[in-house]
């Protein structure tokens, strides 16, 4: 449901990989709750050798295996510098956002606000999911208009707004579940000591202004040349992406109280999970 909300325009071969991909990179979020640094980071760094050509032996985690297939189903459909920007989202996501944050919920105590935004810019895990735009409009942006700074910049603040979403909806299963502190709203409580009624008016503020900033650079800058068509529809399909997660979010029992509506994985003596 969240690939067709977030993907509409795409072909039905194209929707596979991206589909796989959507239930892939839950299930491994879901995994790595109960997972050691350790084991967090031996995951990613698979599951990269694995992105980049390496095959999965038969014995290993299914997920590897779901791995290779999402990459040669990329590969068939998309060019080499679209895979390789793809790939370095997905490291991006797991060692700047997921790893980063992990001292912080073992010690169930969340940072300061500053660094707070900027380890959730990439454990909200988004970064890979905006570039599926390119595969639903066709146009793959150059490497140079890619790693323009008023395109980076736009990315980051669209992927803070999926962040502030994923906070604000999540926030009744959090807080019953009662050990996660990675969420704007606590962090708001702590940093400012406020009410859990202000916190969630400041969130929803802090959601709007990002959004704004968006918007506000798009219609602002337009030196694009040649490639502005491109850029304006790379933001077109990331916005549709955005209004997408968020129906979800609406629809979804993933984010039931309890976090009844997750993929837990099974705890035990004598089986991991990773």
């Known amino acids: 449901m969240c690939t067709a909300r977030m993907w509409p325009d795409l072909t039905y071969e194209q929707s596979i990989p991206c589909n796989r991909f959507m239930l892939q990179?839950?299930?491994?979020?879901?995994?790595?709750?109960?997972?050691?640094?350790?084991?967090?980071?031996?995951?990613?760094?698979?599951?990269?050798?694995i992105l980049k050509g390496a095959q999965p032996k038969e014995d290993e985690?299914?997920?590897?295996?779901?791995?290779?297939?999402?990459?040669?189903?990329?590969r068939a459909l998309m060019p080499d510098l679209w895979v390789e920007r793809f790939i370095y989202y997905f490291y991006q996501?797991?060692?700047?956002?997921?790893?980063?944050?992990?001292?912080?919920?073992?010690?169930?105590?969340?940072?300061?606000?500053?660094?707070?935004?900027?380890?959730?810019?990439?454990?909200v895990l988004m970064r890979p999911y905006l570039i599926l735009g390119e595969i639903e409009s066709g146009l793959v942006l150059p490497k140079h208009i890619f790693e323009h700074v008023v395109v980076q910049k736009m990315i980051s603040h669209m992927t803070l707004v999926v962040a502030w979403q994923n906070d604000i909806h999540s926030l009744p299963k959090e807080m019953a579940k009662g050990t996660e502190v990675f969420n704007l709203v606590f962090v708001l409580q702590q940093e400012y000591n406020l009410s859990l009624e202000d916190a969630c008016a400041q969130a929803f503020r802090i959601h709007n202004e990002e959004l704004a900033k968006v918007?506000?650079?798009h219609a602002e800058y337009r030196e694009f040349g040649e490639y502005q068509e491109h850029v304006d529809k790379f933001v077109y399909y990331a916005g549709v992406g955005l209004q997408g997660v968020n129906s979800f979010y609406l629809e979804t029992e993933r984010y039931q109280h309890g976090g009844v509506g997750f993929a837990w994985p099974e705890i035990s003596n004598d089986v991991k999970t990773i």
């Open 25 to 49: 990179y839950v299930a491994l979020d879901d995994q790595v709750e109960h997972s050691s640094l350790e084991e967090i980071q031996q995951l990613r760094i698979r599951c990269v050798d």
């Open 61 to 74: 985690n299914a997920l590897y295996q779901h791995m290779a297939l999402i990459r040669d189903e990329f």
């Open 93 to 123: 996501s797991f060692r700047y956002g997921i790893e980063l944050e992990y001292p912080y919920k073992i010690a169930e105590r969340p940072p300061s606000l500053t660094l707070f935004k900027t380890i959730r810019e990439y454990s």
């Open 215 to 217: 918007l506000a650079l």
